[in-house]
Structures are given as C-alpha cells and as structure tokens.
C-alpha cells in the first residue's frame, strides 16, 4: 500500500537515523518543502572530529556534548549548500529538544513531525505554539 507523506517522510528520517553516531539516541532528521527533500541530518560529531561510537561519550550535565543533533546538522547543511529553509517542514524521530526547538523556528520551519517524544521540555513546546508551528507525533513503526 502507498504510504501518505507523512509516513514515506518519517521513513526516510528513520533510515536517515541509522549513519547517527551516538548510541544515546539515534536520530534522523528531514527537512522537506513542497513534499521535496531539502537536506537530512543525523546525530553526529563535527566534521572531522571523533564520535562516540569511537571515542566515548563527553557527557555534561547529563548531556552528550561531542555531537551535532540531527536537527541542527540538517539546518547547517542547507546554509552550507545555500538552500532556504523558509516554509519547510522538519520530519524527525524525536521531539526537539530546546535548542533544536529555537533554531528551528528561526530557520522558518512551518511543521515539525514526529515519532518519539524524547526527553519533553515544556519550555520548547511553549516555543513552538508561541511561534504557531504545528507539531505532530505520528506513530512510526520500522519495517
């Protein structure tokens, strides 16, 4: 059966979690427009640098500093290939979190799709109806 967008999206955004790098989480992230694939993003170090399946985890307060979360990795790479963000939808395993949350709202991301509500923070969930931005959790099992 042809699956609707929202699922054939969310699959991508599941296989794109797979290249992630850290065991913490492995998210996957895509940033669509007008039902066209802008950039993708997964969790994982800085170019060049370690990861955490290498080197071990930089936990600080709690959190595992050595990656790039798979939100923000898809927002830079449209600014490093020059492609706009505006009006585009965000389809990712996991609830941002507060700072994936901010850039988000400000790369002109217009709805966020979503599977797991990881770690909820009330503070970015109150960012997201400020800024009018639809979020919606679609159940997504893989195959």
Known sequence: M????DSYFMKIA???SERSTCDRAFVGCVLVRE???LTTGFNGSPAGQAHCDEA????VDGHCVRTIHAEMNAIIQAALHGVSTKGAICYVTHLP???CTKALINAGITRIVY????????NAVNF???ANIEVVQK???PE
Do not use: N, Q, T
């Open 139 to 141: 159940e997504f099992i």
């Open 14 to 16: 599941s296989a794109v």
């Open 56 to 59: 071990g985890h930089l936990l």
């Open 97 to 99: 979190c507060i700072h």
């Open 128 to 130: 997201l109806k400020a």
């Open 115 to 122: 599977s797991v509500a990881y770690r909820v923070d009330e």
């Open 35 to 37: 039902k066209r694939i």
């Open 2 to 5: 042809r699956p609707d967008w």
